[in-house]
């Protein structure tokens, strides 16, 4: 067998600190799809693909060396006494960027998205079909444009004092964002890495999660980096993330916490997606006023015959029932828009935009 054939998409060494006793032999998994829990699954064969990042094996060593820097990472992070450095907090973001994009959930994603787009423009063939493989080279092979989207992001990490642990899953890089799913200010707009609002949820063990946050909208007590979890309502707020974004199965160090993670489940899976993209179509209704304007209507289908049509696909985010009361609100905060389909953007981004046509509002 080829050297570096089985390439994982959640690193092994990330995974370890899920596995049983840490030793990273074995895992305890539970199958969303089936609702299957498996006490002792091997964890060589977990969230993996046969040259996933190709053959050439470039892609495969650039992220081993990531993978080496996040191990030592994690080693320092379970000293007693440690306090998170701004260099820990830069690796966190880039560290959560790049899980965030190569996984196969996202690339899954992603394709499912321009097989959306494929349908709607009716185009046939395989011109511009992409495949797993495809989606993710592209992704990670942009993955350094994506930074300057987060290292605006406040860092911290979550101490878990009770006795429910974090748990993990084949997609643990989530990206959600609280104030565009509650507020009613940005109610029609969809969001992504530079959104305002943004935050980035990554479980390092089953004691210690990563959360960066944007700190206009949000606001986070802590104390050398460190904020203290001690009821079990926020773990599973926390946790239930992992079960909206996962793509079919979450992962936890112990079997004993099966039945915790089936209620947990239950009360998630109503509110998992069934598909994460919406196709929105407009076909031209002539000019008014100097300017073109243009009709919702119900399907693809409907607009077919106009030679004049718009298409928009809607990126479908999970609502989590409920939030970890750590993250709390900035009243005195601000988020910035242009009125266009740009959105509400953090204070970061607004000079790669013009930033004199940016209105300042307040979130909350």
Same mark, same amino acid.
């Given at each position: 067998m080829a050297t570096n054939k089985n390439q994982h998409f959640v690193p092994r060494v990330y995974l370890k600190s899920f596995s049983m006793d840490g030793q990273g032999a074995a895992i305890s998994l539970f199958n969303v799809d089936h609702e299957r829990f498996i006490p002792a699954a091997p964890l060589k064969h977990q969230c993996s693909g046969d040259y996933f990042y190709g053959e050439d094996l470039h892609m495969e060593k650039a992220l081993q060396k990531v993978e080496g820097r996040y191990a030592e990472l994690v080693r320092e992070l379970v000293v007693p006494g440690y306090a998170l450095s701004e260099e820990h907090r830069d690796f966190l973001r880039q560290f959560w960027l790049i899980? &965030?994009?190569? /996984? @196969?959930? #996202?690339?899954m994603r992603m394709v499912q998205f321009t097989e959306q787009m494929r349908h709607t423009a009716g185009i046939d063939g395989d011109e511009f079909r992409m495949g797993i493989k495809e989606a993710v080279q592209h992704s990670m092979s942009v993955a350094i444009e994506q930074f300057p989207f987060v290292q605006d992001m406040k860092v911290c990490l979550l101490r878990n004092r009770t006795n429910e642990p974090f748990i993990v899953s084949d997609?643990? #890089?989530v990206l959600t964002n609280r104030w565009h799913l509650d507020s009613l200010i940005p109610r029609g707009k969809s969001f992504g890495l530079g959104a305002a609002g943004s935050l980035f949820l990554l479980p390092i063990t089953p004691k210690i999660q990563c959360v960066a946050y944007d700190g206009d909208v949000y606001s986070v007590s802590? @104390?050398?980096g460190w904020v203290d979890v001690r009821r079990a309502v926020d773990v599973h707020a926390i946790n239930q993330h992992q079960f909206l974004n996962c793509n079919a199965t979450v992962y936890m160090h112990d079997k004993v916490h099966e039945q915790s993670v089936r209620l947990q489940f239950t009360k998630a899976k109503k509110l998992r997606p069934v598909a994460r &993209?919406? #196709?929105?179509? #407009?076909?031209y209704?002539? /000019?008014h006023d100097g300017a073109s304007r243009f009709r919702v209507v119900e399907s693809y289908d409907d607009s077919a015959e106009? @030679?004049?049509a718009l298409i928009h696909i809607e990126t479908i985010h999970p609502r989590p029932a409920i939030w970890p009361t750590q993250? +709390?609100?900035r009243h005195n905060g601000a988020v910035f828009t242009d009125g266009t389909g740009l959105g509400f953007v953090r204070r970061i981004h607004?000079? +790669?935009?013009g930033a004199d046509r940016f209105k300042k509002l307040r979130p909350w």
């Amino acid at each position: 067998m080829a050297t570096n054939k089985n390439q994982h998409f959640v690193p092994r060494v990330y995974l370890k600190s899920f596995s049983m006793d840490g030793q990273g032999a074995a895992i305890s998994l539970f199958n969303v799809d089936h609702e299957r829990f498996i006490p002792a699954a091997p964890l060589k064969h977990q969230c993996s693909g046969d040259y996933f990042y190709g053959e050439d094996l470039h892609m495969e060593k650039a992220l081993q060396k990531v993978e080496g820097r996040y191990a030592e990472l994690v080693r320092e992070l379970v000293v007693p006494g440690y306090a998170l450095s701004e260099e820990h907090r830069d690796f966190l973001r880039q560290f959560w960027l790049i899980q &965030h994009l190569r /996984t @196969e959930a #996202a690339s899954m994603r992603m394709v499912q998205f321009t097989e959306q787009m494929r349908h709607t423009a009716g185009i046939d063939g395989d011109e511009f079909r992409m495949g797993i493989k495809e989606a993710v080279q592209h992704s990670m092979s942009v993955a350094i444009e994506q930074f300057p989207f987060v290292q605006d992001m406040k860092v911290c990490l979550l101490r878990n004092r009770t006795n429910e642990p974090f748990i993990v899953s084949d997609d643990p #890089a989530v990206l959600t964002n609280r104030w565009h799913l509650d507020s009613l200010i940005p109610r029609g707009k969809s969001f992504g890495l530079g959104a305002a609002g943004s935050l980035f949820l990554l479980p390092i063990t089953p004691k210690i999660q990563c959360v960066a946050y944007d700190g206009d909208v949000y606001s986070v007590s802590h @104390e050398k980096g460190w904020v203290d979890v001690r009821r079990a309502v926020d773990v599973h707020a926390i946790n239930q993330h992992q079960f909206l974004n996962c793509n079919a199965t979450v992962y936890m160090h112990d079997k004993v916490h099966e039945q915790s993670v089936r209620l947990q489940f239950t009360k998630a899976k109503k509110l998992r997606p069934v598909a994460r &993209h919406r #196709a929105h179509y #407009a076909v031209y209704d002539g /000019t008014h006023d100097g300017a073109s304007r243009f009709r919702v209507v119900e399907s693809y289908d409907d607009s077919a015959e106009h @030679e004049n049509a718009l298409i928009h696909i809607e990126t479908i985010h999970p609502r989590p029932a409920i939030w970890p009361t750590q993250i +709390g609100r900035r009243h005195n905060g601000a988020v910035f828009t242009d009125g266009t389909g740009l959105g509400f953007v953090r204070r970061i981004h607004l000079d +790669g935009h013009g930033a004199d046509r940016f209105k300042k509002l307040r979130p909350w």
